[in-house]
């Protein structure tokens, strides 16, 4: 095999790090598991990884012959290629055969490279219909229209509910749970009690001011901010679901409810964070965050958001 054929030099730093019998779980806390191979079945799991990666980038790549040439971007194509045969949890087994693929490869051939902060398990094309349904995003044009025949059309509470549903990627249960005090317009916060009572800070940007201004005008702090009880919560979600039957859009969204409101705010966080410059884990930690699910999250941002370039 030669020298200049990429499956032979992630093999040679497999095999550099092969040490069958080796104590993983003292390795684990000393966090030097990454760098060894600790049985046949991992060496030969990771030898598949090279392999199938030597063909796609040779189909693909033709010209990168060195492992230290290698991109986080081919790996995301291989990936994404892979994503229209495997599932989601192969997929998210190659993410991590690929992290350590890295580790081994920088420790063997003395080279730097962040594979791992920039590439993400893509969404399964084998996801089944209904579930596909349920990952969907609405159009933002959609959106609009939604919002536009709210305020014209409608009396409810509901459809400022919907507005901040978008304006910070809230859930219907959050925006009820909203009092007047959460609002910090000193510190330009806006405090929300999510999931589980973990707690967030979002940013108040110039645009969404004037309209929490007019919500908390005459409002004492303990008051609601939307005047939505907490247990009518799926209220916003109705009044949703009316707008989009009155629009003729329900077929569209049939089994879509407020987070496909989520799913555009989530699509359109991780695309201004990925033009500003941050890696794609960064980009994922901080929409995670956002959407209140914590940092490290790759099955949320696989659920949120469908374009991760």
Sequence with gaps: MSRHNLAYQIDSAIQQAFKPGADKHSAKHTGENMD???SFNEKKSLQQVAFEFKSYMKENYSEVKLVKDVKADHWQGFLNKKSQTCSS?????YVSRIAKIEVLC???FRFQSNWRADILAPSSAKTPENEKLRIQAMDKNDFLQVLDYGYKHCTSKGVVGIDLCYRFALRDSEVARLKV??????NRKIHVVGKGGRHRLLSIKDDDEELLLKMCEGKSDEDSLVGIKADKADSVNQQLNRILK???LKDKYPLTSIHAIRKLKAQELWTEKRKSGWTKKETMDYVSNYLGHGKGRFDVINTYVQ???
Excluded: E, P, S
Aim: charged share 30%; proline share 0%; glycine share 4%.
């Design 89 to 93: 949890a192969t997929l998210k087994n």
């Design 181 to 186: 005090k959460d609002i910090d317009f000193y």
């Design 307 to 309: 374009n991760q370039h």
């Design 246 to 248: 009155k629009l003729g």
């Design 106 to 108: 920088q420790r063997k």
């Design 36 to 38: 060894t191979v600790y």
